[in-house]
């Protein structure tokens, strides 16, 4: 059984270009959690995502960020107009059901670089 | 969400038994204690979770409190691979996971 899988590894973007990161579930996993991490700092929750249905998005930035988690296919994390500061590493978590009492299952996450 | 206080970092030798303690004064009956640690650059990795009763995997043991105002991850020997940052989670009624600082441990050969 795969795991989390997030591509790229690594992204490189110029300041006001976009950026689309992809987290694919493992199978079976329809609850999805997508974290940033800033160099040297701990994780923040950024939305909480069911197939098709954002269900706690209180950690995103309300303007350039927007998730979606489709019926079919990956999570998309998406960044327009990316400046320096989005440059971290963002990691995407996958639970069978809603996290209480139920482990998370994290991708090895994608670094964003803002040049 | 209920906060948890851990030590900023920790030290062991090899082949040593860890405990890592967290407080957390304030968790609620329905509380989960999560542990998860993060190896350096790579995601977190759950390591345990329990409710009330201590509970054992083969990576590692929790000890909570009969109050459960506490908690103790055991790591019964350390190896070098178990280097990372061990982060201590409640888990309310939220469904999201809020991580805090951790604790960093360092394993000496």
């Known amino acids: 059984n795969a795991g989390v899988m997030q591509n790229p590894r690594h992204l490189v973007r110029r300041r006001g270009q976009e950026a689309r990161l992809r987290c694919s579930p493992m199978?079976?996993?329809?609850?999805v959690y997508w974290y940033r991490q800033l160099p040297e700092e701990g994780l923040k929750f950024m939305v909480y995502?069911?197939?098709?249905?954002?269900?706690?998005e209180s950690g995103m930035p309300k303007e350039r960020f927007s998730a979606e988690f489709p019926k079919e296919g990956p999570s998309i994390l998406r960044i327009q107009q990316v400046v320096r500061g989005d440059s971290a590493a963002y990691f995407c978590?996958?639970?069978?059901?809603?996290?209480?009492?139920?482990?998370?299952?994290f991708g090895n996450g994608t670094r964003l670089t803002v040049t | 969400d209920a906060k948890t206080t851990q030590p900023n970092s920790m030290e062991s030798n090899e082949e040593e038994p860890v405990h890592l303690p967290c407080n957390h004064s304030?968790?609620?009956?329905?509380?989960?204690i999560h542990w998860y640690r993060q190896l350096p650059s790579q995601g977190p990795e759950y390591v345990i979770h329990?409710?009330?009763s201590n509970v054992n995997n083969r990576m590692a043991s929790l000890a909570i409190a009969e109050d459960r105002k506490s908690s103790t991850l055991i790591l019964h020997r350390a190896t070098l691979r178990d280097a990372a940052v061990y982060y201590c989670i409640l888990a309310g009624s939220t469904d999201k996971l809020i991580f805090g600082t951790g604790t960093r441990l360092q394993v000496f050969p």
């Open positions: 199978k079976g996993h329809s609850h």
């Open positions: 329990g409710l009330t």
């Open positions: 995502l069911q197939k098709e249905n954002i269900i706690d």
């Open positions: 978590a996958s639970s069978p059901r809603g996290q209480e009492g139920s482990p998370l299952h």
């Open positions: 304030t968790i609620s009956g329905t509380d989960y």
